[in-house]
C-alpha cells in the first residue's frame, strides 16, 4: 500500500453532489462520444485496485483510456471530485436482500460485517482514505437505508442505531488494516507469515523457559495459531453485547415486566433508590 491519506470531500464539495446526483449538467458530445463519467470512475477503480491510490491521476486514467487528459475535464473537475465518486461506487449495495441475512436485526448485522470486511480486502486503498466527512451520494445512502430498515426493529433511539453502523464499520475498519498490512508485509519482505515467526522462534523458547513470563509460557500451543478466527470472534461478542441493551430495552418497554434489569449504560440513582420506570 502507498502511504499518504487522501481525504473525502477534498473537492468541490457542490460539484461532488452534481455528479453523485446527476443533478449537473452534461458535457456536449466531443470527439469521444464513448466516453463517460461511468466509464471514467470505473477506469480510476480499476488503477486504485491494481496499483494503489497513489497512482491515479487524470493523466493516468486519460491513458487507460485512450483519451487525452483535457477530455476528462469535460466529465469531472479533478482527482478530488474523481476520488468521492470513486467511493460512491464501490460502496453499490448489492441488490440481493439475502445478502444481509436471513431474519432479524442480528443476522443483519452479521453479515454487514463480513460485506464491509470483504469490502476494504477488496478495494485496499480505501484504507487510505480519510473518510471522516463522507460526500453521501446515492450508494451510501441506499446502503444505509437498507441496514436501517433491516435494524430498526432493536428498538434503539435513531442516534444508538446510527451508533450501531459506525461501531460496525469501525470494528471491521481495524480488521481490515490488520489482514492487509499483513498480506503486504509479505510480499515486500518475501517472507510468509510461516517463516517471519519460525525466525523468532528460538530467541522465543529461550525467553519463556527463562520464567519472566509465566503466563504467556502456560498458554497451550494453539493460543497463537491461524486456526482461530479472530475477525469472527471479535463481531460476535460485539453482537452479544448489543443483543444485551436489545433485551433490556424491550423488557423495559414492557409493562408486564415488573423488574426489567436497567439498560446498560443508564446511571443508578446516586440515593440507591430504584431507577425509575421507563416510557412505553
Do not use: C
Amino acid at each position: 500500500m502507498a502511504s499518504g491519506t487522501e481525504t473525502s470531500g477534498s473537492g468541490d464539495i457542490g460539484r461532488t453532489l452534481e455528479l453523485l446526483w446527476d443533478t449537473g449538467r452534461r458535457p456536449s458530445r466531443g470527439p469521444r462520444p464513448g466516453l463517460t463519467l461511468e466509464r471514467i470512475v470505473d477506469a480510476a477503480v480499476e488503477v486504485a485496485d491494481r496499483d494503489g491510490l497513489g497512482a491515479v491521476s487524470m493523466r493516468r486514467i486519460a491513458t487507460e483510456l485512450g483519451t487525452g487528459t483535457m477530455s476528462l475535464y469535460r466529465y469531472v473537475p479533478g482527482k478530488g471530485e474523481l476520488l468521492d465518486l470513486m467511493l460512491d461506487r464501490v460502496q453499490r449495495p448489492s441488490e440481493n436482500p439475502a445478502d444481509l441475512g436471513d431474519g432479524g436485526w442480528r443476522p443483519a448485522l452479521h453479515a454487514l460485517g463480513h460485506a464491509t470486511l470483504a469490502l476494504y480486502r477488496r478495494h485496499t486503498w480505501l484504507l487510505e482514505v480519510n473518510q471522516s466527512r463522507p460526500i453521501l451520494g446515492p450508494s451510501a445512502l441506499d446502503g444505509m437505508e437498507k441496514v436501517l430498515t433491516r435494524i430498526r426493529p432493536m428498538g434503539l433511539t435513531d442516534p444508538e442505531l446510527v451508533s450501531v453502523i459506525v461501531m460496525i464499520d469501525g470494528y471491521v475498519v481495524g480488521a481490515a488494516r490488520t489482514q492487509v498490512y499483513e498480506r503486504e508485509a509479505e510480499r515486500s519482505s518475501g517472507l510468509t507469515d510461516a517463516e517471519f515467526w519460525q525466525a523468532q522462534e528460538p530467541v522465543l523458547v529461550k525467553a519463556m523457559s527463562s520464567g519472566r513470563y509465566p503466563v504467556l509460557a502456560s498458554l497451550s500451543e494453539d493460543a497463537f495459531g491461524t486456526g482461530f478466527d479472530h475477525f469472527e470472534f471479535g463481531l460476535q461478542r460485539i453482537l452479544d453485547g448489543l443483543e444485551v441493551l436489545v433485551t433490556a430495552r424491550r423488557a423495559a418497554a414492557d409493562p408486564a415486566t415488573p423488574d426489567a434489569p436497567p439498560t446498560p449504560g443508564t446511571p443508578a440513582p446516586a440515593d440507591g433508590s430504584a431507577a425509575p420506570e421507563q416510557p412505553a
